[in-house]
């Protein structure tokens, strides 16, 4: 229904232009006839709340596919173009120690291909680089030099560093995988929500037309109080009694409209209608006949919700930072090697003639001989904080499990109050309809009638509220656990078709 309106409105667009189409947008009204299950359908697909949840989904997904990136070969061109220099350049005499100023006159280029792979298991990195130097002297005498390095392979390696690929090739997976539940999560937020905003509406259309039906009932029992009234045979406080209620009757149909359109405002806000739109729900005719069991949803829960993840990667941020401290303190080694070939000429071809081999290696070390305790206290105080998030994780999942057995004992509960309060709706309206027509026959006081109606109210209030929780805790329920219990399978969607 939506998606043909929506169509509809776009050709109307296209055939009249922009101006024609907003004018005729403002003044025609379009009916929608909804269901819940219609409204979750178009909230899922159109409201705002859905095209943020899609978009923070997106940026993980790339956020992801960047780290993937960072184990594949990267392929790199560097250059240094027009470095032109003309300065006066100190001198010193190596005997003398005399120093002259001497004018520096040249323009240099470079170039450099490279190709770069990181290691994640040591956290070290090799490249395969390829580079080319010219070097334009114009005083004291004009020279060019070629200095090419046709090949050269490079090797980095921390000895004792923390390896933040190494980390990473385990958090991030995580990572993305909580947001894929996350986004989940918020699609079934999203059911709640708009669940909630359905029967805040639903109510306040009931709350609206039983105001009118009550106004027309109490004005037709007030005129036949009045007949009464005159041959005797009803009291003055009766009377006046019913005309306070027509009055009551009359402002509650004021407040009832006022509150229907404020949780219609609400609705088609979320939904991402705007005011020409017209929608009519309907009340759900019966909530499905479903118990639910503690160890399946629970299981469900540890499985498949972003909980578990969480716990996790707060417990892996934990022992990162014990790693990380412990790298620091220490002894701290790199190791450095490369072997190339290099040649250099006054023209290109000669710079690449004959080459000669390149060698250099090196290893640089660190150690502190005094820091007072620094280093292992770090360590000790990351230590301290990691069993703290472990002893929190245990409070939360004892925490969680118990929460989500009230939850299930509760919705266990709403189904037979549903059912209940059904037949309690039905019974006070039989029994109003029978007031009603005692009242008018003299066998019934106003007092007795007001009851009846009081009931009869309350009772459909009732109704629509167990409804309303019995679908709000079924959708809190598949958001904590990501399962469609009564379709019997999990949530999902297709993340990469998202993505494309």
Request: aromatic share 10%; net charge neutral; hydrophobic share 40%.
């Amino acid at each position: 229904m939506v998606k043909k309106i929506l169509i509809h409105l776009f050709v109307l667009a296209v055939l009249t232009g922009p101006l024609s189409f907003n004018r005729a947008f403002s003044q025609q009204k379009h009916q929608l006839t909804m269901t819940l299950e219609q409204v979750l359908e178009s909230a899922a697909q159109q409201s705002p709340n859905a095209l943020v949840a899609k978009h923070n989904f997106l940026a993980n997904y790339w956020q992801f596919r960047s780290y993937k990136a960072q184990f594949l070969p990267s392929l790199n061109l560097n250059a240094s173009l027009g470095q032109y220099d003309r300065s006066l350049r100190a001198l010193q005499n190596s005997q003398t120690g005399e120093i002259n100023y001497i004018t520096n006159n040249n323009l240099s280029n470079s170039l450099s291909l490279s190709v770069n792979q990181n290691i994640p298991l040591t956290g070290g990195k090799i490249s395969l680089v390829t580079n080319l130097y010219r070097l334009d002297q114009f005083s004291p005498f004009e020279s060019v030099t070629y200095n090419s390095k046709p090949i050269s392979l490079q090797y980095q390696q921390p000895l004792k560093a923390y390896n933040t690929l190494k980390w990473e090739k385990i958090t991030e997976p995580k990572n993305f995988e909580r947001a894929k539940r996350a986004y989940l999560e918020s699609m079934e937020e999203i059911n709640i929500q708009a669940t909630n905003l359905f029967f805040s509406v639903l109510s306040a259309q009931m709350s609206k037309e039983m105001a009118v039906k009550k106004y027309a009932s109490t004005e037709l029992s007030l005129k036949i109080a009045q007949e009464r009234f005159e041959i005797g045979s009803i009291s003055k406080n009766d009377l006046l009694q019913l005309r306070l209620g027509l009055y009551n009757a009359q402002l509650e149909i004021s407040d009832s409209e006022l509150s229907y359109d404020m949780s219609m405002l609400r609705l088609r806000s979320f939904l991402g209608f705007n005011e020409s739109v017209e929608i009519s729900l309907v009340m759900p005719d019966k909530v499905p006949d479903i118990q639910l069991n503690f160890n399946e949803v629970y299981s469900n829960a540890l499985e498949n919700s972003s909980n578990t993840i969480n716990n996790e990667l707060s417990l892996l941020s934990a022992q990162q930072a014990v790693a990380q401290a412990k790298s620091v303190n220490g002894l701290q080694a790199s190791l450095f090697a490369q072997f190339g070939l290099t040649q250099k000429g006054s023209d290109l071809s000669t710079a690449y003639k004959n080459p000669m081999d390149q060698e250099m290696i090196g290893l640089t070390l660190s150690l502190p001989i005094l820091d007072w305790g620094l280093g292992k206290g770090k360590i000790k105080v990351a230590s301290s904080r990691e069993e703290v998030v472990r002893t929190q994780i245990e409070q939360s999942i004892s925490q969680y499990r118990q929460d989500m057995l009230i939850k299930v004992l509760e919705f266990n509960k709403l189904n037979i109050k549903c059912t209940t309060s059904a037949q309690a709706d039905s019974i006070a309206r039989l029994r109003y309809e029978i007031a009603s027509e005692r009242f008018k026959n003299g066998t019934l006081s106003v007092l007795e009638l007001n009851s009846a109606q009081s009931d009869m109210d309350n009772s459909a209030s009732r109704y629509i509220s167990e409804v309303s929780r019995f679908w709000q805790n079924y959708y809190t329920l598949r958001k904590l656990s990501l399962y469609d219990y009564i379709n019997n399978r999990e949530i999902s969607v297709s993340f990469e078709e998202m993505a494309d």
